[in-house]
T-cell receptor, first 115, second 113 residues
Framework: ETGVTQSPTHLIKTRGQQVTLRCSSQ?????VSWYQQALGQGPQFIFQ???????GRGNFPPRFSGLQFPNYSSELNVNALELDDSALYLC??????????????FGPGTRLTVL | QQQVKQSPQSLIVQKGGIPIINCAYE??????FPWYQQFPGKGPALLIA???DVSEKKEGRFTISFNKSAKQFSLHIMDSQPGDSATYFC????????????WGAGTKLIIKP
């Protein structure tokens, strides 16, 4: 069974630039959620994708967008980067519907630094 | 009402001791309460989870205690080891969705040898 993988591991961008982060879900999973984790804080839910459509969104502006592909992998795109976007971006996959309710399995994250 | 409050922020325990981490929530619609363990540079890993129909759940050295009336739940680590040193997060989510885990702020646990 392959776990959740994310790329790249680290990324440095400047304000105003755009970034794309990638996630491959765990084998057998069909749902991907994205979280932002600022240093020393708990993750904050950005959005979730299920059946290639956004299935819920947290309190993040529209410049945060995403995609899910037929193989259930996913991308997170952030436009017009701001300094406060510097964080660890986590991808989590899960299977819905499931008897193991809402068990989300996380990747190692992408550390984004905005200068 | 969406918040999950976690305490303490940090905790130092001697090896073999029983660290206890507490969480409280407001939203009575929450019905799934997982605990995650995160090591530096890694993503969170699911440790143990509980639903409100039971008051306690044990998995190995990890125990969740759940008090529905007080809207509180806690993690106990029995016979703690230096390898348990990590940041622990509690979280909660609602039964009508498959998403949006609401997370506590985390507890940095250090187990001294």
């Amino acid at each position: 069974e392959t776990g959740v993988t994310q790329s790249p591991t680290h990324l440095i961008k400047t304000r105003g630039q755009q970034v794309t982060l990638r996630c491959s879900s765990q084998s057998g999973h069909n749902t991907v959620s994205w979280y932002q984790q600022a240093l020393g804080q708990g993750p904050q839910f950005i959005f979730q994708y299920y059946r290639e459509e956004e299935n819920g969104r947290g309190n993040f502006p529209p410049r945060f967008s995403g995609l899910q592909f037929p193989n259930y992998s996913s991308e997170l795109n952030v436009n017009a980067l701001e300094l406060d976007d510097s964080a660890l971006y986590l991808c989590a996959s899960s299977f819905f519907p499931s008897g193991s309710y809402n068990e989300q399995f996380f990747g190692p994250g992408t550390r984004l630094t905005v200068l | 009402q969406q918040q999950v409050k976690q305490s303490p922020q940090s905790l130092i325990v001697q090896k073999g001791g029983i660290p206890i981490i507490n969480c409280a929530y407001e939203n009575t619609a929450f019905d799934y309460f997982p605990w995650y363990q995160q090591f530096p540079g890694k993503g969170p890993a699911l440790l143990i989870a509980i639903r409100p129909d039971v008051s306690e759940k044990k998995e190995g050295r990890f125990t969740i205690s759940f008090n529905k009336s007080a809207k509180q739940f806690s993690l106990h680590i029995m016979d703690s080891q230096p390898g348990d040193s990590a940041t622990y997060f509690c979280a909660a989510s609602k039964g009508d969705s498959n998403y949006q885990l609401i997370w506590g702020a985390g507890t940095k646990l250090i187990i001294k040898p």
